[in-house]
């Protein structure tokens, strides 16, 4: 009786048989169905007031209209998820319906984590809380001795599509582009927005290599790591980029 997601629902009515038939792999991106739709819902999207297009990129606001149906059409009374960061570690929304929770302390510097527990009559009560250093610096420690600080190991591109491309920005042109920093430790940004700026620009000059929201900015000009990436994005005026889809 109780759903248990890591983000939330589409816009759209689903089943948990609709759940149950998404091929699992890579998110589908750009979506192409309803499917593709589900699958980014399920790993992006928020429980809001109002519903509407997430500020993620990917994924779905959804109302409490939105879990109503999806419970009752289900046959299920609550819905657990996590994908938000709260101070607490913990928090409801819809009426209760939907609970929070957020196992991994100071993600955002200074929250604290937390478990949930669900007793016999299907009640979500908060369990423990605790707080302990994200990144501890005895990693740090250990990462620069190895010298793993200097060279970032991000894997194969087996399921993703790595390339480069190179980009100059005119005097005073804007950028134009809105970023998400959702992750403190690989600092990897990723594309939200793509408005009007050099990076659209050079989409309608190349749209064999255009640059999608969604990807990500594993280098720019060599440097990777937010702040270093930032710099380079907002001083420079030949951009290489190192992207991954």
């Known amino acids: ?36 739709l589900l699958f980014q819902a399920l790993l992006w999207s928020d429980p809001k007031e109002k519903p509407g297009k997430s500020d993620r990129g990917l994924g779905w606001h959804f109302s409490e209209a939105n879990t109503r149906t999806f419970l009752e059409r ?49 009640r979500v009560h908060q369990g423990e809380v605790w707080n302990e250093e994200y990144v501890k610096a005895e990693w ?3 990462m620069a001795k190895q010298g793993d600080l200097e060279k ?20 005073g042109e804007k950028i134009g582009i809105e970023l998400s920093m959702d992750h403190p430790l690989l600092e990897i940004p990723v594309f939200l927005a793509i408005n009007d700026g050099c990076i659209s620009n050079f989409n309608k000059r190349n749209p064999s290599k255009r640059i999608e929201v969604g990807d990500a900015i594993l280098e720019a000009n060599t440097c990777f790591g937010y702040d ?18």
């Open 1 to 36: 009786e109780v759903c248990v997601i890591h983000g939330g629902l589409p816009k759209f009515a689903v089943s948990l048989r609709d759940i149950s038939k998404l091929r699992r792999g890579p998110v589908p991106f750009p979506s192409q169905c309803d499917q593709d």
């Open 74 to 122: 289900n046959g299920l009374r609550r819905m657990v998820r996590s994908h938000e960061c709260f101070d607490a570690g913990f928090s409801t929304t819809h009426c209760d319906l939907v609970t929070t929770v957020f196992s991994a302390s100071n993600y955002n510097e200074n929250n604290n984590a937390s478990v949930v527990i669900i007793d016999s009559h299907c």
């Open 140 to 142: 740090l420690e250990e």
């Open 152 to 171: 970032l190991d991000l894997g194969d591109a087996t399921d993703f599509l790595d390339f480069e491309v190179d980009i100059a920005r005119l005097p």
């Open 228 to 245: 270093k990436i930032l710099e380079r994005l907002t001083s420079d005026s030949q951009l290489r980029l190192k992207l991954r889809r």
